[in-house]
Each structure stands twice: as C-alpha cells, then as structure tokens.
C-alpha cells in the first residue's frame, strides 16, 4: 500500500465512521438482527473454532506465546541465516497482530461504547459512548483487529492471493454484525487500525524508499 492509498483510506473512514456513530449504525444493526438472524448459527460456529485455533495459538511457551515465538524465528532465520528480506513480511506480522489487540482493547477501556446487543434488548439513548455498567465494550471489534492483523499484511505482500487471503478475516468481520456483537463502525474502524499498523510496519521493509505514489 502507498501513503497516498494509505491517506485516501484514512480520509474516508474516518468521517464514515463518524457518520455511522451518529446516524446509521443502529438502523443498520437492527435490520441486520431483523434479516439476518438465521445465518448466526454457522457465524458462531466459525468465530469459535477461529478462537479455539487462535487460543491454542497464544499459549505461552518460554514466557512468549506460541505464535510470536513462531514469527519471531521464521524471520531470525529467513532474514539473517538465508538473508532473505522478504522474511521482514514475519516480523510484520508479529508487530501488527501484537499491536492492533493491544490498542484495539485500550480504545475500548477508554470509549465505553454499549453493544447492539444492549440496543436489541433493554436499548439506550444517543450512541452509547461513554456509557457505564456491563456490555460496554464495543467499539472498536478486537475480533476484527485480531483476524484481520493476521491475513491482511499477507495480503499487502501477495497481492495476487488477496482474495483468498480475506476470505476468513471478511467472515470474521460479518459475523460481528450478523452476530449482533458490534455496529459497523466498530468493525471497519478495527480495519483501518491494522492498514494503519501494517503500513506503520510495513516501512520496516523499505526505510529509505517510502512509497508516495
């Protein structure tokens, strides 16, 4: 990705973002539950045998979990062993899968929003930012910054496997509004989060040559 596509995406979501906040995001998530309902069961069959693979995955093993450890010496080994650069694309990974969790949960301790799941039952007034008590913690979907960190800077680096690539990520990401678990804005603000941490990241490959076009 370019700075200048980085920038565009950036300038759309954003204000997207914003607008869904304010305006959209509860119709939506209500005629989704209206509609939609029938195809919760198979969402929640995949998001939980994704969490499964994904727990097992961070299981700590000398002090570190399981994956990073992983990721960490496929690219000590491809890039100062074989002294292949491409090897970076494990180091990439790592970064942005460790940093989209741990801001995407920090913005939720900090913003509070209430779940749709609270707007279906009890329901509440204005956008639910900011709100005390339970199910407060919507915004944005870590499900989605944990998925998506994982497949998207591959998808950045393959390009020609993108498609194949999102394709569970992408489900992930419905399942959350199908599921009633988060509103749009949570999940496409989770996204741009790991474009962000991947192009952040992704100068790690090429230092001196940023893209700009």
Known sequence: MTLRQFLVFTALTLPACALLILFFDQPLARFIHGHFGGAAPFFATLTATADKVHDALMVHLLGLPIIFLALGLAFAIGRYALKKKAATIFLIILLTHEFSMVLANVLKG????LRPEVLFGTGYEGTGLWATGPHNDSF??????TYFSLFWPL?????KYRGPLLVLPGLIALGRLVL????????WFSI????????LFGLLDKPQKMQTV
Do not use: K
């Open 110 to 113: 900090t913003v509070h929003r």
């Open 155 to 159: 998808a950045v680096a393959f390009p």
């Open 140 to 145: 944005p979907s870590t499900h989605t910054a």
């Open 180 to 187: 009633g678990m988060h509103y749009l804005s949570d999940v």
């Open 192 to 199: 741009w989060l790991v474009v962000a941490l991947t192009f």
